[in-house]
C-alpha cells in the first residue's frame, strides 16, 4: 500500500509534466499560425534605400500591374493597401515580404530572369517581374 502522500506527489509530477508538453504544443501551434500557410520562405529584407523603377500596387485582391519589365539592378517597390494583409512572395524564394496591410516592399533584382510571385494567403493573387539584361 503506497502511503498517501507519496501517491499525490506523483500524481501531481505526473500531471505537471503533461501540462508542460501542453504548453510546448500549443507554442508550435501558435508559431505555426503566426508565420501564416505552411512553406512560405524565410523573410528577405526590404531594400528600402533603392529607388524603384517600377511600383506595383498590392491590394485586396490583384498586384496592379500583374507584369513589370525592369532592367537588372533595378528595383521594384510593392505598395501595400486594403482591409486585408498580402505579401509577395517568389517562386524561388528570392524576395519575400512579411504580411501586411500598409507601407512597401522593395527588391533590387540583380539577375536577368523571369520571377513569378504570389501572395501566400491568396493564391489568385500573382504577378511576374522580368528582369533584363542591362546593356553593356
Ligand atoms: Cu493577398
Known sequence: MIPEAVRTRSLSRRRLISGFAGIVGLGATVSL?????????????SDDEAQAAATVRAFDNAYDPPEVEITA???VRWDFSGPAEHDVVADD????????????????????????????????????????????
Not at 33 to 45: I, M
Not at 125 to 130: I, L, S
Open 93 to 136: 524564394g528570392s524576395f519575400v515580404s512579411a504580411l501586411q496591410t500598409e507601407g512597401s516592399y522593395t527588391h533590387v533584382f540583380t539577375e536577368p530572369g523571369e520571377y513569378p510571385y504570389d501572395c501566400s494567403v491568396h493564391p489568385e493573387m500573382t504577378g511576374v517581374v522580368r528582369v533584363r539584361a542591362a546593356t553593356p
Open 73 to 75: 539592378n533595378q528595383a
Open 33 to 45: 499560425a503566426g508565420c501564416a500557410p505552411a512553406g512560405k520562405p524565410e523573410l528577405v529584407p
